[in-house]
């Protein structure tokens, strides 16, 4: 019977671990995909920068260098808001998903423990049936408990997402 509980565990152990990689790589991604963003703008900024100085160069009208600088001024800081609000959205997206891999894996892994138990005091040689039945209401109330803090975080989650997506 230990060896079936060991497995029954392992299992359990098993499914935690492919959540966790899940999460590692959905957050190396997320990264990589900001990084990105963050270096193309720099890049673009840059570029744009060598060319406006370029232009500033060969400007004499002083009229005709702060309409340049101006432009500049306002491209940059489009530039720079469009790469934040995609920053913004990636964070959502990746806190969404996040949260629906938090909340299935409390939902299922939490089902998965309670049925190893429940399966474990089964096998134990327990004459009073009584006694299963105490514990099968236990189990049942901590099902139940289980189930109302997922719910509760899941939405508390949610609404924490909703908060921080309408900072856009």
Same mark, same amino acid.
């Given at each position: 019977? =230990? ?20 999460? *590692? ?66 964070? *959502?997206?990746?806190? =969404? ?10 939902? /299922? /892994? #939490? ?21 299963? #039945? ?21 939405? =508390? ?6 908060? /921080?997506?309408?900072?856009?």
């Amino acid at each position: 019977m =230990a060896t079936k509980q060991e497995q029954q565990l392992n299992e359990i152990q098993k499914k935690n671990l492919e959540a966790a990689m899940r999460l *590692a790589q959905l957050s190396i991604e997320n990264s990589q995909r900001i990084m990105e963003l963050q270096v193309g703008t720099a890049k673009s900024l840059f570029e744009e920068g060598v060319a406006n100085a370029k232009a500033l160069s060969g400007v004499k009208d002083p009229a005709e260098a702060m309409s340049l600088r101006t432009s500049y001024a306002q491209s940059t800081t489009e530039k720079m808001l469009a790469c934040a609000r995609e920053i913004a959205e990636i964070t *959502a997206k990746t806190q =969404a998903e996040v949260g629906k891999m938090v909340s299935e894996q409390l939902t /299922g /892994g #939490g089902a998965d423990m309670f049925e190893s138990i429940q399966k474990m005091f089964k096998g134990m040689p327990i004459g009073d049936h009584n006694a299963l #039945g105490t514990i099968q209401g236990a189990m049942d109330t901590a099902r139940a408990a289980y189930e109302q803090m997922t719910k509760a975080s899941t939405e =508390a989650f949610q609404a924490f997402t909703k908060m /921080g997506g309408g900072k856009k």
